[in-house]
């Protein structure tokens, strides 16, 4: 065995031949006569010592097959050979290997805790402990965790689009060697919208907010300004004017919420939050619902006024 960082003129062994002949005839010169291609190695003729000429590298080639010769110096000769067998001993030499440059991963804010977000891969050249590799992250995290033997990065706490829209997380993978390599990534994670949030319609400054009288006509065009924390746009009622029906008394906001609302041209009861951002003008006062809701997501919600 021959470590594949030993220096160059390290003896790998010494082969040794008997002649039972005396003088010439018993005296023995060695030379590698088969194995020995790409010229790794060389052997001293008299004593028999064998050593490497290059540096060796296991992930080229992992073990050679040499034949050595020794020969008397008689004349005629007489020669005898051996089979000499090295094999090349890894070293931790090279660092684990990512099979990406960078991982990017979209998820939707709603994915359920505990779910795989991206799985990393490594790979090591190197066998044995050297070439075993585990996954770690970098810092400690409160989103994310890395199970480090599969290298799947598992979200632990809930997203939330409108608070953060993209995380960028480092990955570690390392090899078990003495000492150990590592190598990083950078994972992106980037977090899609979910319609989770109602519109919001807000009071222009002329309209008092905290009490608006039955009756009270107002132009959702021209004076409500509609907002929703989602990336959502909105529909409204045919750009009509609506009549509020009924309020409910709210210390906090100065009047509540659930408003029913009418549309004049129609006479009907508005209802929204309908999938896809439909709206329903649907007969009757009794059905309530708000004057603006998403006009796309898989499910649209309804929203009211605010101060």
Request: proline share 4%.
């Amino acid at each position: 065995n021959v470590s594949e960082a030993a220096p160059v003129d390290v003896t790998v062994l010494t082969v040794m031949a008997v002649d039972a002949d005396v003088g010439l005839n018993g005296e023995v010169t060695y030379a590698i006569v088969g194995g020995n291609e790409d010229r790794k190695f060389d052997i001293n003729r008299t004593s028999g010592s064998l050593f490497t000429v290059v540096s060796l590298d296991r992930e080229s080639i992992d073990g050679y097959d040499l034949t050595v010769q020794a020969s008397d110096n008689a004349i005629p000769s007489r020669q005898g050979t051996v089979r000499v067998t090295v094999a090349v001993v890894d070293v931790n030499d090279n660092s684990p290997t990512f099979n990406q440059s960078e991982y990017k991963a979209v998820v939707r804010e709603d994915l359920v805790v505990g779910s795989i977000v991206v799985k990393v891969s490594a790979a090591d050249n190197d066998i044995g402990s050297n070439g075993e590799i585990s996954y770690k992250l970098a810092s400690n995290n409160t989103l994310f965790a890395l199970d480090p033997l599969t290298g799947y990065l598992l979200l632990i706490d809930s997203l939330d689009y409108e608070m953060e829209k993209e995380y960028v997380v480092t990955v570690l993978a390392y090899d078990h060697g003495i000492p150990g390599l590592t190598a990083d990534v950078n994972v992106s994670v980037i977090v899609s919208d979910v319609n989770d949030n109602p519109p919001f319609v807000v009071l222009p400054p002329g309209i008092p907010g905290d009490y608006i009288e039955h009756g009270t006509a107002i132009d959702i065009a021209d004076q409500l300004n509609v907002t929703d924390v989602d990336e959502q746009s909105l529909t409204f009622i045919h750009n009509a004017t609506v009549r509020i029906l009924e309020m409910e008394e709210s210390s906090a906001r100065g009047f509540g919420l659930p408003c029913a609302f009418i549309d004049d041209s129609y006479k009907k009861v508005v209802s929204c939050g309908l999938h896809n951002g439909a709206i329903d003008l649907i007969s009757g006062s009794s059905t309530h619902g708000y004057v603006a809701v998403d006009s796309r997501g898989l499910v649209s919600l309804s929203g009211g006024y605010v101060q």
